[in-house]
C-alpha cells in the first residue's frame, strides 16, 4: 500500500528538549516536503527536499532542520523547541514539487 | 509573496444541497497543476480533485466539480447533492512558481458543515 508514514502521531515535551519527527515513503517519490498546520493560517511548509541531499528551505524555516541522506526519509528535527512550535505538522512526497501530495497522517506536537 | 486566498472561512448548507466554494491566488506561470484538499476531523488531508491549467474542461470527480476560470485565476469547487461525510476543512491548493520549482501553495482553509 501506497503511504507516508510519520511518527510520532502525538507529542508533548517542554522547551529547549530537541525532538526528530521522522517521515518515510514507500512510493520512490524525489520530492519530499515538510508542512506546520496553525488555525486560520491553512498549510505553510517549512522545509521540502527535491532529492537525496537536496534540501531547501520553505516559508516557515526558522527553528528547524531536515536531512535527506535516502531516498523513502525524511526527518524534522527541532533542536531546541519553543511554546510557539506547538502545532499540527504534516510531511508529504509526491513526483516532484507541483504534482499532487501524498500525506502523513500528521504530528499534533505541544511545546510546554 | 505567493498568495492563495479562500475569501468563505465557514459554510454551512443543508444535507442534499449544492455548494460552492471559492478561491483565487496569483501566478504568472501558463502550466501548473490546481487541486482541492479535503480535511475530516480525523485530520487526514485527502485529495478531492485535480485541475490541469492547460486543460480548458473543468475536472469532475463524481458529486465534485470545479470551475477553473484561468484568466481571472480562480478554481471554486462544487459539491452536489451535498452528504453528512462531506463536513470537513477544504484546502485549495494550486502549484505555485517558476517551472522546475513548483510547489503546492495552500489556502486558509474553507470549515464546511453539512448539517442533516
Known amino acids: 500500500e501506497a503511504q507516508v508514514t510519520q511518527n510520532p502521531r502525538y507529542l508533548i515535551t517542554v522547551t529547549g528538549k530537541k525532538l526528530t519527527v521522522t517521515c518515510s515513503q514507500n512510493?520512490?517519490?524525489?520530492?519530499m516536503s515538510w508542512y506546520r498546520q496553525d488555525p486560520g493560517l491553512g498549510l505553510r511548509q517549512i522545509y521540502y527536499?527535491?532529492?537525496?541531499?537536496?534540501?531547501d528551505k520553505g516559508d516557515v524555516p526558522e527553528g528547524y532542520k531536515v536531512s535527506r541522506k535516502e531516498k523513502r526519509n525524511f526527518p524534522l528535527i527541532l533542536e531546541s523547541p519553543s511554546p510557539n512550535q506547538t502545532s499540527l505538522y504534516f510531511c508529504?512526497?509526491?513526483?516532484?514539487?507541483?504534482?499532487?501530495?501524498?500525506f502523513g497522517d500528521g504530528t499534533r506536537l505541544s511545546i510546554l | 509573496a505567493q498568495t492563495v486566498t479562500q475569501s468563505q472561512p465557514e459554510m454551512s448548507v443543508q444535507e442534499a444541497e449544492t455548494v460552492t466554494l471559492s478561491c483565487t491566488y496569483d501566478?504568472?506561470?501558463?502550466?501548473?497543476?490546481l487541486f482541492w484538499y479535503k480535511q475530516p476531523p480525523s485530520r487526514q488531508m485527502i485529495l478531492v480533485i485535480r485541475?490541469?491549467?492547460?486543460?480548458?474542461q473543468n475536472a469532475t470527480e463524481n458529486r465534485f466539480s470545479v470551475n477553473f476560470q484561468k484568466a481571472a485565476k480562480s478554481f471554486s469547487l462544487k459539491i452536489s447533492d451535498s452528504q453528512l461525510g462531506d463536513t470537513a476543512m477544504y484546502f485549495c491548493?494550486?502549484?505555485?512558481?517558476?517551472?522546475?520549482?513548483?510547489?503546492?501553495?495552500f489556502g486558509q482553509g474553507t470549515r464546511l458543515t453539512i448539517n442533516p
Open positions: 512510493m520512490n517519490h524525489e520530492y
Open positions: 501566478t504568472s506561470e501558463n502550466n501548473y497543476y
Open positions: 485541475q490541469e491549467a492547460y486543460k480548458q
Open positions: 527536499s527535491m532529492n537525496v541531499e537536496v534540501t
Open positions: 508529504a512526497s509526491s513526483l516532484w514539487g507541483g504534482r499532487p501530495q501524498h
Open positions: 491548493a494550486p502549484g505555485l512558481g517558476v517551472q522546475g520549482a513548483q510547489k503546492l501553495v
